[in-house]
């Protein structure tokens, strides 16, 4: 149905930032709610944001909340997620998902691009 592939992933310094980006091919993004999960190592993996097909409503874990931000533009079948004042535990493979309806659950996405590493340094 769609193809995720992330990119922009690296290394920072704590405090920094990143912006990770998904693109689609084989349908259009808008069908979809999309979602940004991460897995750190030894942990499940866990719910990081979402948002809405059109883009009017997003949701993110209180984690991240005040220093993330999802967005999507369907005319260039992208979802970005910036990331600001990064810290150590924010250390993962961070994956683009897409599904049904934005949820708070990785099980909740049927679609999963490959991800991209983030690794955040003290």
């Known amino acids: 149905q769609v193809q995720l592939v992330e990119s922009g992933g690296g290394l920072v310094q704590a405090g920094g930032s990143l912006r990770l980006s998904c693109a689609a091919s084989?349908?259009?993004?808008?069908?979809?709610?999309m979602g940004w999960l991460r897995q750190a190592p030894g942990k499940e993996r866990e719910f990081v944001a979402a948002?809405?097909?059109?883009?009017?409503?997003?949701y993110y874990a209180d984690s991240v909340k005040g220093r993330f931000t999802i967005s999507r533009d369907n005319a260039k079948n992208s979802v970005f997620l910036q990331m600001n004042s990064l810290k150590p535990v924010d250390t993962a493979v961070y994956y683009c998902?897409?599904?049904?309806?934005?949820?708070?659950?990785?099980?909740?996405?049927?679609?999963w691009g490959q991800g991209t590493q983030v690794t955040v340094s003290s």
């Open positions: 998902a897409a599904g049904a309806a934005a949820a708070t659950t990785p099980q909740a996405y049927g679609y």
């Open positions: 948002i809405s097909r059109s883009g009017n409503k997003t």
């Open positions: 084989g349908r259009t993004l808008s069908s979809y709610h």
